[in-house]
């Protein structure tokens, strides 16, 4: 097989959870980008984890304050750009500096993801939007997502994959899934494709309209 494959992690850090998929990673050299809910930043222990995760190289990125309905489904400006922009704050220094924004929504991509509104905030101020290809379900059959993961590798030339690094027990599959992925040849790599960054930097695509509410 060839390719390549991008790894992203959603919903974290957790205590318990994230150190060892860190440990994963450095044992393997791999980059990987994570996605952080704001409102979990000003739990115990929950920056420090945050910190090393930016320490050892990863890429950390926005995935709104409290992860409650998708931005598409809120219908009130302040409140979706609260989501926003009370994350990237919490962020700070730690945050990529192409401000990565990834909605949340249950895994299914759609118009649901984002309002106009939040489309508007996040490109007049030069966000970048990042989708996944690959979602495995991770969080409902966490003994699954592994082989799910690897039978789909080949969809595409690139993939990006979204796993979470929250207490299912998934993440106990990270280190075989890693050595299958790299044994068969493919590279893992952190930048993004262009078909995942429909906002890249604040400039759109024509596929953002795919993720953006229709009045
Ligand atoms: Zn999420």
Redesign the pocket.
């Known amino acids: 097989m060839t390719g390549r494959l991008t790894l992203t992690f959603?919903?974290g850090p957790t205590p318990g959870v994230t150190e060892g998929v860190l440990d994963a990673l450095r044992e393997r050299d791999l980059p990987a980008t994570f996605?952080v809910?704001g409102s979990w930043l000003d739990s115990p222990g929950i920056r420090e984890l945050a910190e090393r995760v930016h320490a050892e190289g990863h890429w950390l990125g926005n995935?709104?304050y409290t992860?409650g309905v998708p931005l598409g489904r809120r219908g009130d400006r302040a409140v979706e750009v609260g989501e926003i922009a009370l994350t990237q704050e919490s962020l700070g220094d730690l945050a990529h500096p192409d401000k990565f924004f990834?909605p949340?929504?249950?895994g299914s991509v759609g118009h649901h993801l984002l309002s106009q509104d939040a489309a508007d905030y996040l490109a007049e101020n030069g966000f970048t939007v990042v989708m996944w290809d690959l979602y495995v379900r991770d969080p409902h059959e966490p003994d699954l997502w592994a082989d799910r993961a690897l039978a789909r590798l080949d969809e595409r030339e690139w993939n990006v994959l979204?796993t979470?690094d929250v207490p299912t027990g998934a993440m106990d599959h990270l280190p075989r899934f890693l050595d299958t992925v790299l044994d068969a040849g493919i590279e893992i790599v952190q930048e993004l494709p262009e078909h995942a960054t429909p906002l890249l930097r604040g400039q759109p695509t024509a596929a953002l309209n795919d993720i953006v509410t229709t009045a």
Do not use: I
Request: aromatic content about 8%.
């Open positions: 959603d919903n996605f809910v995935h709104t992860h990834r949340n929504g249950a979204v979470h």
